[in-house]
């Protein structure tokens, strides 16, 4: 029951929003099984407590996203809250730098909070108020996820809490900060591993005891459906906005579009749209970390097996005999042994090719688009601009890479400080920093 | 069509009016020689004894498990020496049920052919994973079946009838009625409360109707046995054998004072 019926016809007639809202197509498509099966795999592996308030979650969202209400008030925050529609960006500095194909940067960056994760808060913060749920959860491992639901509950007046691994709170802090700010509470995880992972845990276990009152945001295109569906769905904008962008500036698709993948949001958002246009290449970029052959890495659909964690069976970096792996990266974001059902579909089906950048690469690739285009980015996202950099290379001037940047690197500064402090402020002779 | 030992062993605790008493260890904690030695002495108290198979991300357990999960595998506790610790029980103990309990992906990595094949070797009777509910029964049901191993299934106080009925038609063995939302080890929900569903579970179902989730004291399991089939303790023993100094001591009275009262319960005024 939404608490503010929105009359969407006049909504529109009224003002300016009906041209934005055209653009995006709000049909379903490749839709997994009625079990949330892309192909084998997904589904619902949860514990029995959770099974009916999660066939709740999908019967309220599929409800909502036929509601055409549902969609004026999102995609009336999503313009005038979020600042969407974000810009597609012609980098012909990096282009050059590269020396082949046209790099196009998303700029998921410039939404309000800094990354592309505001898409899913709004939409899942719709869905929760609708429930008449009063507080809502979530898991963090960068802080994105973290911030962008924090940001949706001060909007909406609900309460907050954040699971964050131990070693994601040290390693992002300016998050942590800003979450607390926003009025949520931070809650450490020091199980397991202290990382994201070990925060869906301890989420998934406050929700259990707590799903009468409680909505769980989940914070990416993984776990129990319909969380890979419905947060495929609320990331498509950026995919469709930069088919549009692209075939307005360009006059033709890009021959390959490229997203970093930790759970697969971004990359499923941006890469979906583009899912029949058969010419366009998808890839995947992992966390390579130290390498994919140090053992020290994230790249779950490169190394690991099909499994089950979390609620759906996707690929896992996990032992012989099932136990899940530390996983490591240089960006807490992608610091994730699991990965979204649909991609591993995708992945199998031929559709989705890998690549995986390491955390040196990574690093490079935020260098060097600082300072070419004066665009800090994310560290989960330079790892696209490192892979995407080395493909644009192997390509001619009249090619196209699409890149999703899906956040900026503010969040990033402690760690790119411990890692090149010296040698850039060394640089600087009497820059003024200490 | 249950395992013949599961079924006699409800039929004699029916027959002795009275609630079977089931205790859970996490197998290998907090190493394998010792806990081969706890899982001997719970099984001495026992009718049925579920042995949790450890994970690095058992989701639905609170601390407790948890940390019990984390000693083990920390001890180096492998697959194989959760089968070797569950033969040892079945040669020591040729009567007890014995359950397998834990999460999907260690079964799942092993290929559910060759685990169900080493369960059934093992003298296991059946199985309870975690985060297999009915609808995903498709990659382990007929495995399963096919060596003869009970698929224990969970409701809990969120089920509706319609799955109820799903569980009555999937599971074999018994229903474990998971008696409180939460995870393993939070306090016991309200006792009229659960009386309540699982006497409407029994009505609906041939199956027995075991309790657990939450239950610490002898008191809670003598009332919780006054009206289930089957009353099931689980992190109270894990912390019992964690804080002791002589765990082996400690747990031997902790399960015989659970097992009197579970005994006892329905023979007038125990408490
Ligand atoms: C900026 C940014 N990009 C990417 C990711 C990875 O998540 P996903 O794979 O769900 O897009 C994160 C996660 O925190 C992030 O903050």
């Known amino acids: 029951m939404p608490s503010q019926p929105v009359d969407f016809a006049n909504d529109l007639k009224a003002d300016f929003n009906a041209d934005f809202a055209a653009q995006y197509d709000l049909e379903i498509k490749h839709a997994p099984d009625a079990g949330g099966h892309f192909g084998q795999f997904g589904g619902r592996f949860a514990a029995e407590t959770l099974m009916q308030p999660l066939q709740e979650i999908e019967d309220a969202f599929f409800a909502a996203w036929a509601d055409p209400a549902f969609h004026a008030e999102r995609l009336d925050l999503l313009k005038n809250y979020v600042g969407r529609q974000t810009p597609l960006y012609h980098a012909k500095h990096l282009s050059a730098e590269a020396g082949g194909a046209q790099i196009y940067l998303k700029r998921e960056d410039l939404n309000h909070t800094g990354a592309h994760k505001v898409n899913n808060t709004i939409g899942q913060a719709l869905l929760a108020r609708r429930m008449g749920k009063r507080k809502v959860i979530a898991e963090t491992g960068a802080g994105q996820h973290g911030v962008a639901t924090a940001t949706v509950a001060a909007m909406f007046n609900m309460e907050c809490a954040i699971y964050m691994g131990r070693e994601d709170i040290r390693r992002q802090a300016p998050n942590v900060f800003r979450m607390k700010l926003l009025g949520a509470e931070v809650i450490p995880v020091d199980s397991g591993t202290a990382t994201l992972k070990d925060a869906v845990n301890e989420a998934l276990r406050v929700w259990v005891a707590n799903c009468e009152d409680t909505y769980y945001i989940f914070g990416t295109a993984a776990g129990p459906h319909p969380f890979p569906l419905m947060v495929r769905q609320f990331h498509t904008v950026i995919g469709q906005e930069a088919r549009a962008q692209c075939l307005a500036q360009a006059g033709r698709l890009p021959d390959v579009a490229v997203a970093c993948v930790g759970g697969g949001s971004n990359a499923i958002g941006l890469l979906h749209p583009f899912y029949d246009d058969r010419d366009v290449r998808l890839v995947a970029v992992e966390a390579g970390g130290h390498g994919l052959k140090s053992g020290a890495h994230a790249a779950s659909l490169a190394v690991g097996k099909p499994g089950i964690l979390h609620g759906s069976l996707s690929y896992l970096l996990e032992d012989a005999e099932g136990q899940v792996q530390g996983t490591h990266s240089i960006s807490a974001g992608l610091d994730y042994p699991g990965v979204g059902p649909e991609l591993a579909a995708m992945l199998e089906a031929g559709r989705l090719q890998l690549d995986a950048a390491t955390d040196d690469e990574a690093l490079a690739a935020l260098q060097l688009l600082t300072r070419c285009e004066g665009i800090i980015p994310a560290l989960e996202s330079s790892h696209a601009i490192a892979a995407g950099l080395r493909m644009a290379a192997e390509m001619t001037p009249d090619q196209i890479v699409l890149i999703n940047l899906s956040g900026r690197g503010d969040k990033d500064m402690g760690t790119v400080f411990e890692l090149l402090g010296d040698q850039i402020d060394g640089s600087v002779q009497d820059g003024g920093a200490a | ?271």
């Open chain 2, 1 to 271: 069509m249950s395992s013949s030992r599961l079924n006699a062993l409800f039929e004699r605790c029916r027959s002795e009016d009275r609630s079977a008493v089931i205790g859970y260890l996490t197998a290998g904690d907090p190493n394998p020689e010792l806990s081969r030695e706890l899982l001997l002495t719970l099984a001495a108290q026992c009718d049925l004894l579920e042995i949790g198979m450890p994970f690095s991300d058992p989701m639905a357990d609170g601390p407790v498990i948890q940390a019990a999960s984390e000693r083990a595998l920390a001890a180096g506790t492998h697959i194989d020496d959760v089968f070797a610790l569950t033969r040892d029980v079945r040669a020591a103990h040729p009567e007890l049920g014995i359950v397998l309990m834990g999460y999907a992906n260690v079964p799942y990595a092993m290929g559910f052919e060759q685990f169900a094949e080493r369960a059934q070797a093992a003298g296991v009777d059946g199985v309870l994973l975690v985060d297999i509910p009915p609808e995903e029964g498709a990659i382990c049901d007929a495995v399963l079946r096919a060596h003869q191993l009970d698929r224990i299934l969970l409701l809990s106080p969120t089920s509706p009838d319609a799955r109820i009925a799903l569980a009555g038609e999937h599971g074999s063995g018994f229903i474990y009625y998971v008696s409180l939302t939460g995870i393993t080890g939070a306090d016991m929900g309200d006792i009229a409360e659960i009386h309540d569903k699982v006497a409407h579970i029994q009505a609906a179902t041939e199956m027995p109707v075991c309790v657990g989730f939450g239950i610490k004291t002898a008191a809670q399991a003598a009332e919780v046995a006054r009206f289930a089939d089957g009353v099931v303790v689980g992190s109270h023993f894990v912390t019992t054998v964690a804080m002791a100094d002589d765990p082996v001591a400690a747990l031997q009275e902790a399960a015989a004072d659970i097992a009197t009262a579970v005994h006892q319960a329905r023979g007038g005024d125990a408490g």
